[in-house]
Nanobody, 123 residues
Framework: QVQLVESGGGLVQTGGSLRLSCAAS????????LGWFRQAPGKEREFVAS????????FYGDSVKGRFTISRDNAKNTVYLQMNNLKPEDTAIYYC????????????????WGQGTQVTVSS
């Protein structure tokens, strides 16, 4: 079956960096667009970043533009989220999602989800 497994979360100070990874199995990875979303306590899950099947097109939520970078390695079936200049408001559980072929910023468009990884940014 399809599995998405996130890793790389943790506790970091304001201004620090983290790199999240999401390893996929059970699907033809190169046929899926990938996205990162996050959910803070008491809030809805929100779009962070997405990348198309080839990695040539990326999209970002307004709150992370210029600080986060999404990338993928189709040979390793892995998508990454490099997070720099982290702020306390970035604290959330980060989820990766896979959507067959077309990139999207809409939560409901994604076919598969990982279990999430916690990111906590201290002030």
């Amino acid at each position: 079956q399809v599995q998405l497994v996130e890793s790389g979360g943790g506790l970091v100070q304001t201004g620090g960096s983290l790199r999240l990874s999401c390893a996929a199995s059970g699907l033809t990875f190169s046929s899926y667009a990938l996205g990162w979303f996050r959910q803070a306590p008491g809030k809805e899950r929100e779009f962070v970043a997405s990348i198309n099947v080839s990695g040539g097109r990326t999209f970002y939520g307004d709150s992370v533009k210029g600080r986060f970078t999404i990338s993928r390695d189709n040979a390793k079936n892995t998508v990454y989220l490099q997070m720099n200049n982290l702020k306390p408001e970035d604290t959330a559980i980060y989820y990766c999602g896979a959507r067959y072929y077309g990139v999207s910023a809409s939560l409901s468009d994604y076919n598969y989800w990982g279990q999430g990884t916690q990111v906590t940014v201290s002030s």
